[in-house]
Nanobody, 122 residues
Framework: VQLQASGGGAVHPGGSLRLSCTAS????????MGWARQSPGKRREFIAS???????LYSDSVKGRFIISSDNAKNTVYLQMNSLKPEDTAIYYC?????????????????WGQGTQVTVSS
C-alpha cells in the first residue's frame, strides 16, 4: 500500500492549507485513514481520523480548526487546516489502517505516507 501526501507549504498565522493523501488501494479496503504530525524533538501526534463510513475523530489540539474529509471514489483523504498557528508547524503524515473504527494513536496505523512539511510563521 502506498500513500502519497501533498499540499504542504508555508503560510502566515491565521492562514489555511489543504493537504491531500491518495492511497494506492481502495477506501473500503483501507477502512481507516488519518493524519498525524511530528515536530523536531517531539513524538508523532495524532491529528484526525476518518473511516470509509464517515466516522471522524479529531485531537483536541485541532478540533474546530481542521476538517478531515474523504473522497472514496478517488481513494483520497483531505485535511483542511484553518486558523493555522505557529505551533502547527510540523511534518504532516497520512496513514491508513485496515479496519472499521477510527484510530487515535499513531501506533495503530499499518501504513504511512512520506510526509509533507507545513510551516506557519510570520
Amino acid at each position: 500500500v502506498q500513500l502519497q501526501a501533498s499540499g504542504g507549504g508555508a503560510v502566515h498565522p491565521g492562514g489555511s492549507l489543504r493537504l491531500s493523501c491518495t492511497a494506492s488501494r481502495g477506501r473500503k479496503t483501507l477502512g481507516v485513514m488519518g493524519w498525524a504530525r511530528q515536530s523536531p524533538g517531539k513524538r508523532r501526534e495524532f491529528i484526525a481520523s476518518i473511516t470509509s463510513g464517515g466516522s471522524i475523530l479529531y485531537s483536541d489540539s485541532v478540533k474546530g480548526r481542521f476538517i478531515i474529509s474523504s473522497d472514496n471514489a478517488k481513494n483520497t483523504v483531505y485535511l483542511q487546516m484553518n486558523s493555522l498557528k505557529p505551533e502547527d508547524t510540523a511534518i504532516y503524515y497520512c496513514a491508513a489502517h485496515i479496519g472499521t473504527v477510527v484510530k487515535c494513536r499513531p501506533g495503530e496505523y499499518d501504513y504511512w505516507g512520506q510526509g509533507t512539511q507545513v510551516t506557519v510563521s510570520s
